[in-house]
């Protein structure tokens, strides 16, 4: 992940990296990375995260049909 510094504007560059940070769930991945997780628990969440991704793609097939 790349961010350019214009202008010596670190803040503007820093909260850009943030974003980018978020769009691509390095915080999600960081706060799971923190605690051990069961791997019940684990089989659990994946499998929530998956029919969320599969509802999203459908919802996105009728709208754009």
Do not use: C, F, T, W
């Amino acid at each position: 992940m790349e961010v350019i510094v214009r202008d010596n504007n670190v803040d503007h560059a820093l909260r850009i990296l943030k974003k980018k940070m978020q769009r691509e769930g390095v915080y999600r991945i960081m706060k799971l990375k923190r605690a051990y997780e069961k791997p019940s628990v684990r089989k659990k969440r994946e499998a929530s995260e998956s029919k969320r991704r599969q509802r999203k793609m459908m919802h996105r097939r009728v709208q754009s049909a």
